[in-house]
């Protein structure tokens, strides 16, 4: 680092022999400048390389063919229980009834307490298995999104953009979030170390422009939300802390891509987290091949739950979607975009009703509302799923009961009518965080369950039990 300051005061030497940089209107600049370039390969104080390159992705694309050589997901030499008990938290004495310090400092201006701060030198480098498996499966939404948003920008033209309300600058940003993405990829990749996963190949559901934005704001809400649910169980609070960082911009993609579908940007007060198999339940099934010898995952795949009349944000009247209105059958595919134009607020200039790209969006009828009846489907377990048709989605659950509603600090059940078999209906929960925030509004998980169990937003895996099948809900 020392020598890179010098070599820095050297150019600066050489500043008053350069010429100034020219302005945008073709002047030169008045500020005093000198001619730079950031350190590469072997030179001082070089930035390390990516994983991947910044600008090129994947273009293979397509459902898997083949025959799997491994099936189910990665397992230990030996499984303790089938469920974890409850217990109470033996730690939990610290309370402070005036806001004064209670213990020495161990320095000035330093309170006693908190991880790390002992003076431990940090290591960036997982510390358990579970630190593995979750940065792995974070690892997998880093190239996914990477991929999905180069290929985006390649399969659709300039003007099907255009035609969506989306300009060439929208373009540009969309290219920069994958860029970003190679960044997220190989910071992970070095705190896993030489076994981390590698760039996979991906089956993708969208066909118009509108699409790849309704499924980019569904990528996003589950790339973010897996991440949040399994931070702060991390055993390295070193690699949480690099993750918090990355993971902050991921929020702000998961607003770009409301803001371009024309929806409310964020329309909760607090971000949800989720359980790592409800985040590679939500993710495998867009994956369709990985290179030989990819290392394995441990998180379950669940059966997949289907609202059957999914609200349309491209709708005037989303209210009057119509039953099955998405472009596939898993869970995370987006609505239909190709309805008539007379039934599409895309292209209205109508404050209260168009639903073209913009910074905000107030519409006059929500995509959904609370009380609103819900229909719903949902698949058996067995069902090939993720690389290679080698993991396979299963339940532990009886037969279900509730409708678990999972959305920023709230779980919140209504009860489930069955309809028929894998068929049922319930109804959207009127519930609030707080006075006027309600609890069910941006995109929703959902899962039916066999029991109405109490767990909060720190423990909400001891769910995965219960859960029969899970999905997403386009709540606002």
């Known amino acids: 680092m020392i020598g890179h300051v010098r070599d820095l005061l050297m150019l600066g030497a050489l500043a008053a022999a350069l010429p100034a940089p020219p302005v945008s209107d073709g002047t030169v600049s008045q500020v005093p400048a000198i001619v730079t370039k950031p350190p590469r390969g072997t030179e001082p104080g070089a930035a390390p390389t990516l994983v991947n390159s910044a600008t090129t992705g994947i273009t293979t694309h397509g459902p898997y063919s083949g025959t799997p050589t491994t099936i189910g997901a990665e397992q230990g030499p030996a499984t303790l229980s089938a469920t974890i008990p409850s217990n109470p938290n033996p730690w939990a004495t610290y309370y402070n009834s005036n806001g004064k310090l209670t213990q020495p400092q161990p320095t000035p201006y330093m309170p006693a307490g908190g991880v790390g701060t002992n003076g431990t030198l940090p290591v960036y480098m997982v510390q358990s298995d579970f630190d593995y498996e979750s940065v792995a499966l974070g690892l997998h939404q880093e190239y996914i999104e990477l991929d999905l948003f180069h290929y985006g920008l390649e399969k659709f033209s300039e003007q099907d953009f255009l035609d969506a309300g989306l300009t060439a600058e929208d373009r540009m940003l969309i290219e920069y979030m994958s860029i970003q ?5 190989t910071l992970l990749t070095n705190m ?3 076994s981390a996963p590698k760039q996979c190949t991906y089956n993708y559901p969208f066909t118009t422009v509108r699409e790849f934005i309704d ?3 569904k990528v996003t809400r589950w790339g973010e939300a897996g991440t949040w649910g399994f931070l702060s169980h991390l ?5 949480a802390t690099l993750l918090v ?3 902050a911009i991921e929020a702000r993609q998961q607003i770009v891509f409301r803001q371009m579908l024309g929806l409310h940007g964020m329309p909760i007060w607090f971000a949800p987290g989720v359980p790592q198999s ?10 369709s091949s990985c290179p030989e010898n990819n290392t394995r995952l441990v998180w379950q795949n669940f059966p997949n739950l289907h609202v059957v009349n999914q609200p349309n944000p491209d709708r005037v009247h989303p209210n009057n979607t119509k039953d099955w209105e998405v472009v596939g059958n898993r869970t995370g595919d987006p609505s239909d975009s190709k309805i008539s134009e007379a039934e599409s607020c895309v292209h209205l200039n109508e404050p209260g009703v168009s639903c073209a790209p913009a910074i905000s969006r107030t519409r006059n009828e929500p995509l959904s509302f609370p009380g609103r009846e819900v229909f719903l489907t949902w698949d058996n377990p067995g069902i090939p799923v993720g690389p290679n048709n080698s993991y396979v989605t299963s339940t532990m659950a009886g037969q279900p009961k509730f409708v678990a509603w999972v959305s920023q600090l709230n779980l919140t ?3 489930l009518t069955m309809t028929g078999p894998n068929s049922g209906s319930t109804y959207q929960p009127p519930n609030e965080v707080y006075e006027t925030d309600p609890a069910v509004n941006g995109t929703v998980f959902i899962a039916l369950t066999d029991s109405d169990l109490f767990v909060t937003p720190f423990n909400l895996t001891m769910i995965n039990p219960h859960v029969r099948a899970l999905g997403l809900f386009n709540a606002g």
């Open 245 to 247: 960082q990355a993971e």
């Open 235 to 239: 055993d390295s609070k070193e690699v």
């Open 413 to 415: 059940y209504t009860p």
């Open 278 to 287: 409800w985040h590679w339940t939500l993710l495998a099934q867009y994956i």
């Open 192 to 194: 896993l170390g030489e």
């Open 215 to 217: 499924f980019n704001v």
């Open 181 to 185: 993405e190679t960044g997220h990829a």
